[in-house]
Nanobody, 117 residues
Framework: VQLVESGGGLVQPGESLRLACTAS???????MGWYRQAPGKQRDLVAW???????NVTDSVKGRFTISIDLAQDTVYLQMHNLKPEDTDVYYC?????????????WGQGTQVTVSA
């Protein structure tokens, strides 16, 4: 299983970015999503989407971030609007291959998002 991320970068406060993460080497999945992590801090869940069902985002980004999945491409997107400096982190996508997976089965390499004036 391999997850390849793209779309990070440097933006100013209030701007938007879209992250993408494409999985290969899998034959379907249960859910995909995104975590983020600042240096020296724990990795926090941001958003997740099951292959069937409703998407979810955490309260800290609700109304600004949207997650979506392209099942045909095994790709998960994180659309981020109205970015704030506190959104600056390394963003990691993950995949749960099975409903019974209690931890991510694979991680992306991480992509840096920096929000600064």
């Amino acid at each position: 299983v391999q997850l390849v991320e793209s779309g990070g970068g440097l933006v100013q406060p209030g701007e938007s970015l879209r992250l993408a993460c494409t999985a290969s080497g899998i034959f379907g999945f249960y859910a995909m999503g995104w975590y983020r992590q600042a240096p020296g801090k724990q990795r926090d869940l941001v958003a997740w989407a099951p292959s069937i069902g409703s998407t979810n985002v955490t309260d800290s980004v609700k109304g600004r971030f949207t997650i979506s999945i392209d099942l045909a491409q095994d790709t998960v997107y994180l659309q981020m609007h109205n970015l704030k400096p506190e959104d600056t982190d390394v963003y990691y996508c993950y995949v749960n291959l099975h409903e019974s997976s209690t931890l991510p089965d694979a991680w992306g390499q991480g992509t840096q998002v920096t929000v600064s004036a």
